[in-house]
Antibody, heavy 117, light 110 residues
Framework: QVQLQESGPGLVKPSETLSLTCSVS????????WSWIRQPPGKGLEWIAH???????NSNPSLKSRVTLSADTSKNQFSLNLSSVTAADTAVYYC???????????WGQGTLVTVSS | QSALTQPASVSGSPGQSITISCTGT?????????VSWYQQHPGKAPKLMIY???NRPSGVYNRFSGSKSGNTASLTISGLQAEDEADYYC??????????FGGGTKLTVL
């Protein structure tokens, strides 16, 4: 059974960089697409970015300039860095596994990140 | 990349059927058979209910069905049950390795 677990600081200061890691068990990150999705409190879902195998990434155009993705196959983890954060980046951040067409079958439980001084 | 358009809320009585629409453009919903639907209960991660417009993952009841016409996809829930009360989100591939979600629909079971 594939399981995903997000980890990282729950509080980030404005203008700093938000860093999260998604640890994967039950499957290799060298297969499938792996995405980050966020949900501000009381609001809807927003796709942030994905990584497909090593070196192939893409991001939501609205966030592209601030997003960096990376992967560590030795640890079976992938990570998100979101720079220059503001209060608008406060959200529950999820990681998920999917293909191009078949939707996100596996989700992490989500982690709340608050941007505040 | 604009969010797909969904009604903010829908409601129905137990046993009834409801349909939630998801409207995009020819660059996303209309251009690909890559529409997915997710159910989200409060405080929980989303759960995939429909993928590739009409397919149900293993374990999802056949009361849930999906369809698409032009730039609009739809999720129909028949035989509505109390446990179906949740938020529902559609999503579509938009080409060039990007995806977009709808704004979400709150389903109330009366």
């Amino acid at each position: 059974q594939v399981q995903l677990q997000e980890s990282g600081p729950g509080l980030v200061k404005p203008s700093e960089t938000l860093s999260l890691t998604c640890s994967v068990s039950g499957g290799s990150i060298t297969d499938y697409y792996w995405s980050w999705i966020r949900q501000p409190p009381g609001k809807g879902l927003e796709w942030i970015a994905h990584i497909y195998y090593i070196g192939s990434t893409n991001s939501n155009p609205s966030l592209k300039s601030r997003v960096t993705l990376s992967a560590d196959t030795s640890k079976n983890q992938f990570s998100l860095n979101l720079s220059s954060v503001t209060a608008a980046d406060t959200a529950v951040y999820y990681c998920g596994r999917h293909t191009v067409a078949q939707g996100i079958h596996y989700w992490g439980q989500g982690t709340l990140v608050t941007v505040s001084s | 990349q604009s969010a797909l358009t969904q009604p903010a809320s829908v409601s129905g009585s137990p046993g009834q059927s409801i349909t939630i629409s998801c409207t995009g453009t020819s660059s996303d919903v209309g251009g690909y058979n890559s529409v997915s639907w997710y159910q989200q209960h409060p405080g929980k991660a989303p759960k995939l209910m429909i993928y590739e417009v009409t397919n149900r993952p293993s374990g999802v009841y056949n009361r849930f069905s999906g369809s698409k016409s032009g730039n609009t996809a739809s999720l129909t829930i028949s035989g509505l049950q109390a446990e179906d009360e949740a938020d529902y989100y559609c999503s579509s591939y938009t080409g060039t390795s990007t995806w977009v979600f709808g704004g979400g629909t709150k389903l109330t079971v009366l």
